[in-house]
Nanobody, 126 residues
């Protein structure tokens, strides 16, 4: 199975942008549906965005629609989360997750993913 390493987090002012990356080890990355989740202090982990194995289907939580874009490069074993127009409420630790699948589906609940990265901190100042 793959292992996941996130990067690209940091401190940014409100209205700014960040691009998160999630690098996967292993040779079967293209068989994994991928997702991004986040957890703010004192809050439960929440879904952010998901993408199917080919990158043709994506899904977002309402609060990030129009601001975040999930994408993937299967040749580079990497999934990305482009975050624009960031708000203080986007502050959280962001995690990528992977689910091995033979379907074209994306998945948007944490329980559907078996593999998780260690997380990267995103802090948006007002």
């Amino acid at each position: 199975q793959v292992q996941l390493v996130e990067s690209g987090g940091g401190l940014v002012q409100a209205g700014g942008s960040l691009r998160l990356s999630c690098a996967a080890s292993g040779r079967t990355f293209s068989r994994y549906a991928m997702g991004w989740f986040r957890q703010a202090p004192g809050k439960e982990r929440e879904f952010v965005a998901a993408i199917n194995w080919s990158g043709c289907s994506t899904y977002y939580t309402d609060s990030v629609k129009g601001r975040f874009i999930i994408s993937r490069d299967n040749a580079k074993n990497t999934v990305f989360l482009q975050m624009d127009s960031l708000k203080p409420e986007d502050t959280a630790v962001y995690y990528c997750a992977a689910r091995f699948t033979y379907s074209d589906s994306y998945y948007y609940t944490g329980g559907q993913y078996a593999i998780w990265g260690q997380g990267t901190q995103v802090t948006v100042s007002s």
